[in-house]
């Protein structure tokens, strides 16, 4: 045989080889949630941002990012609790997403980051939150926002982290921590 012929083969095989070997590697990033872009804030038109709560409004010039995904839910899924209204008149100004309803202060409700409410396929499902030592059981019923965000569509908020599970005062006062603290708290949440 040739010597050309056998070391062309052999390249050949090789290279045959190197790409059964690619499409078994597991592709590592496919469960990395990576920010989709940004938008530059712009400050609101007058008495167009709600302060209540933990709510702030868009800051002009301030770069903002956004995520259609959020990481992974495990059985025990990191996250931020922070505070929200979703009464009549509170910060969000609208019903929830799930229901078009109000809720009060002491209902036991949430609004979930984008990607963990899942285009609505987590609407009126509960979910258990680990924090401060204690655990809650709370229904979700709205999307804490966070693909897009600073604009009349979002109450000139800026977008949610991606990571953001917001809370009532009734959940926050069921995880025993008092209310001068109800700003920001490292939490564990997962489906109920
Ligand atoms: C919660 O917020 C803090 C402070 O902003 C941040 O450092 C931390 O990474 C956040 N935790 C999660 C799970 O996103």
Request: proline share 5%; aromatic share 10%.
């Amino acid at each position: 045989m040739n010597i050309h012929f056998a070391s062309s083969i052999f390249l050949l095989i090789c290279f045959q080889f190197l790409i059964i070997i690619n499409l078994f590697i597991p592709k590592v990033d496919t469960c990395a949630c990576h920010s989709s872009g940004s938008i530059i804030g712009k400050a609101p038109p007058p008495g167009t941002c709600n302060l209540e709560d933990s709510s702030a409004c868009c800051v002009d010039g301030q770069v903002y990012d956004l995520y259609d995904c959020s990481p992974p839910v495990k059985r025990r899924t990191k996250a931020n609790l922070t505070l929200q209204s979703f009464d009549y008149g509170g910060d969000k100004g609208r019903p929830a997403e799930c229901d078009q309803k109000y809720y009060e202060d002491g209902d036991l409700v949430v609004a979930l980051s984008t990607g963990w409410f899942d285009r609505e396929r987590r609407c009126l499902k509960f979910i258990n939150i680990r924090g401060n030592g204690r655990r809650v059981r709370a229904k979700v019923v709205d999307e804490c926002v966070s693909s897009g965000g600073c604009d009349d569509a979002h109450d000139y908020e800026p977008p949610c982290g991606n990571t953001i599970v917001r809370a009532s005062k009734a959940v926050w006062s069921a995880l025993g921590v008092p209310d001068t603290q109800w700003n920001r708290l490292d939490i564990h949440w997962s489906d109920a």
